[in-house]
């Protein structure tokens, strides 16, 4: 398989290839720390394990994938005996971290999904998509290495759903959100879509958005309040605009805001504002979907004040952010890698004396930790929200990394 469509992200949205240990200096809890051997790599393909000893002092003895896993944690392999052996040393203090994660792989594994079985089976992403007819086509183009040669300039905002309306959202929910959702089964079932709907591996990004919300205001803020959410290192978003007009439903009454952040964002939408006036349609030629309402004889339209509209920011977020943009109520940086590049470093302290509640989320759990543990080093306190398992992670589980770890898209979460 190829490269990924848009490379996934790393701190702000720079476009790496690789979301990787790198090199670099290292500030305080880790930020740019090296760990030998070791490169996740959540591309669109499949295991591409790499010796967890590659690069050491020794060539690896194999050209294929290494075939030696770690006996105690699983989680890291080897080319050979020789590089297993004289990579113990680096290896032996997360070993039973490693361990004690991979134990945990069933509790990230564990959605309400029918097509989850399916998952397991299916060897790429492209197999699984080709399976439901949603290869290449609409939003769902750029869920794979096919998509390569998409950019930024496709109309991403009016792409559909390639789904009947009985397993998409393409209209206002049937009845008022009368509590907060706490899974993927909840919001199913408000809006009545089947559990084998495969939406949520787009909606895993507006979902991800109303739980970080929903963690850090306690209290239901005013129906009539406007709600601004700076929105860090969008990449692969950049292409899926149109289903962010799902948090109008999630947020009824109010006028949202969502201010992107970050290098991927193109030339040419750089200071843009869009309004997201429709949801993204389903196939049905007579669906109410296709007219301007979008509302249903039999809905009662609470949703005809809310609104969504995206702004969009080129460069990193301590360097565009100003006095003249809206200051939010909420900063949100999805798969951020914090521990990964010192570029992070900055904007954290910016964080810091805004004083505003910030969420980030990462692919796993060591990832996870080791970024918390350099917030927490920078800030010199503890985290306000501890690390914790997302509950509307993506449910397609990462098909490329050099370690063996569980690896979701927004997978866990933790703020500041």
Not at 154 to 181: A, Y
Not at 312 to 339: D, L, M, Q, T
Request: hydrophobic share 35%; charged share 20%.
């Amino acid at each position: 398989m190829g490269q990924n469509p848009v490379p996934l992200r790393n701190p702000l949205g720079t476009c790496l290839r690789d979301w990787e240990w790198s090199d670099g200096a290292s500030f305080g809890g880790g930020f740019g720390r090296t760990f030998p051997g070791y490169t996740f790599t959540p591309r669109e393909t499949k295991k591409m394990v790499e010796c967890a000893a590659k690069g050491s002092t020794t060539p690896c003895t194999r050209n294929g994938p290494p075939n030696r896993r770690c006996g105690v944690c699983g989680a890291v392999a080897y080319c050979s005996l020789s590089h297993q052996l004289s990579h113990w040393k680096d290896h032996k203090e997360e070993c039973a971290r490693f361990e004690q994660q991979m134990n945990r792989a069933y509790i990230l594994s564990d959605f309400p999904f029918t097509f989850t079985t399916e998952l397991k089976y299916t060897d790429t992403r492209c197999s699984f998509l080709v399976s439901r007819d949603l290869h290449k086509s609409g939003l769902w183009k750029f869920e794979c290495c096919c998509g390569l040669n998409a950019s930024c300039d496709d109309p991403c905002v009016n792409d559909g759903w390639n789904l009947t309306n009985t397993s998409c959202p393409c209209i206002d929910p049937r009845t008022p959100l009368s509590t907060s959702l706490g899974n993927w089964k909840e919001y199913y079932h408000w809006r009545y879509l089947p559990l084998h709907s495969p939406v949520a591996l787009l909606l895993h990004w507006p979902l991800t958005v109303y739980h970080c919300f929903q963690l850090s205001y306690s209290r239901a803020m005013d129906l009539s309040e406007n709600v601004v959410i700076h929105y860090l290192g969008p990449d692969k978003e950049l292409l899926q605009l149109a289903i962010f007009r799902e948090l109008g439903a999630l947020f009824p009454g109010v006028n949202l805001k969502i201010e992107f952040f970050g290098p991927a964002v193109p030339e040419f939408r750089d200071g843009d504002e869009i309004t997201l006036c429709n949801y993204p349609r389903c196939v049905e030629k007579e669906c109410i979907c296709k007219t301007s309402s979008g509302i249903a004889d039999f809905e009662v339209p609470i949703n005809k004040t809310s609104s969504v509209t995206l702004k969009f920011h080129k460069g990193f977020y301590h360097e565009c952010y100003n006095y003249e943009v809206c200051f939010p109520h909420i900063i949100i940086a999805p798969n951020a890698g914090v521990a990964a590049y010192p570029s992070w470093l900055p904007t954290i302290k910016l964080i810091k004396e805004m004083g505003v509640p910030a969420v980030f989320t990462d692919f796993c759990e060591e990832a996870a930790n080791l970024a918390s543990r350099c917030i927490e080093t920078v800030n010199e306190t503890s985290l306000r929200l501890p690390v914790q398992v997302n509950p509307f992670r993506q449910p397609f589980p990462v098909e490329d990394s050099s370690l063996y770890l569980p690896c979701y898209s927004n997978c866990f979460l933790f703020g500041m």
